[in-house]
């Protein structure tokens, strides 16, 4: 998903030469170990599939002149059953924590076709698990 955004935000050879010459890097979480990303703006998408061991080794990447931006949907969550995502650890841990705001979005803020907000909707209203 990462990339259909870049592409739509920017022209195609524009991502591409800020890939290639490192301006923006597009890395797996498992790359993140041992790693300080300072003076730079990272983005974890998907986060509701991260366990909450890969949530707290990603978030304490975080170095000087950082900004950091998680992104995730907790009615997708895709892990095993029985393994709770660190997205959701991690809202239920750091919420009143100083320097870390949560938005959080509903099916109004969908912007895809007209039909999935009552999709999101009809789903949230017939939970059978």
Do not use: W
């Not at 990272?42 to 931006?69: C, H, P, S, W």
């Not at 099916?107 to 059978?128: F, G, M, Q, S």
């Amino acid at each position: 998903p990462i990339y259909d955004a870049l592409y739509e935000m920017m022209p195609f050879d524009q991502v591409e030469k800020k890939i290639s010459n490192n301006t923006i890097e597009i890395a797996p979480i498992a790359f993140m170990r041992g790693r300080t990303l300072r003076d730079c703006y990272i983005i974890l998408d998907e986060a509701q599939n991260t366990t909450k061991i890969q949530m707290k080794m990603f978030l304490t990447r975080l170095g000087e002149n950082g900004r950091m931006v998680v992104t995730g949907d907790l009615s997708q969550v895709d892990l095993p059953t029985g393994i709770q995502s660190g997205l959701r650890d991690a809202v239920t841990r750091l919420k009143g924590v100083k320097g870390i705001s949560f938005v959080e979005f509903s099916e109004t803020d969908v912007v895809r076709h007209a039909l999935v907000p009552r999709i999101i909707k009809a789903y949230k209203l017939n939970k059978t698990d």
